[in-house]
Nanobody, 124 residues
Framework: QVQLVESGGGLVQTGGSLRLSCAAS????????MGWFRQAPGKEREFVST????????RYADSVKGRFTISRDNARNTVYLQMNSLKPEDTAVYYC?????????????????WGQGTQVTVSS
């Protein structure tokens, strides 16, 4: 079992930045691919970013490309999402997820373990 806990969300103005963290316990994350997803009110959960087990491969949704950066520190069992140039449409609950395959995944269904989410609100 892997337990994931997100942190770092909050309220920020348009153009601001936040860094989300996802801390894991239970098992080392070093063999897991990790993903970030988000869900806005009344909308389906959507893919944001993913990173391979080694950190060597990443992928981003078009809506966040160039503004968000995913990274990981396997020694700290933590994954990060640096979010810059935030927009009101980035407002959502952000979730991290872990996939045992180790390879990047953009489908939510590929991930077995999920955190509880952290709220990000961007004011205009």
């Amino acid at each position: 079992q892997v337990q994931l806990v997100e942190s770092g969300g909050g309220l920020v103005q348009t153009g601001g930045s936040l860094r989300l963290s996802c801390a894991a316990s239970g098992r080392p994350l070093s063999s897991y691919a990790m993903g970030w997803f988000r869900q806005a009110p009344g909308k389906e959960r959507e893919f944001v970013s993913t990173i391979s087990w080694s950190g060597g491969t990443t992928r981003y949704a078009d809506s966040v490309k160039g503004r968000f950066t995913i990274s990981r520190d396997n020694a700290r069992n933590t994954v990060y999402l640096q979010m810059n140039s935030l927009k009101p449409e980035d407002t959502a609950v952000y979730y991290c997820a872990a996939d045992q395959s180790g390879f990047i995944q953009t489908r939510a269904g590929a991930y077995k373990y999920w955190g509880q989410g952290t709220q990000v609100t961007v004011s205009s």
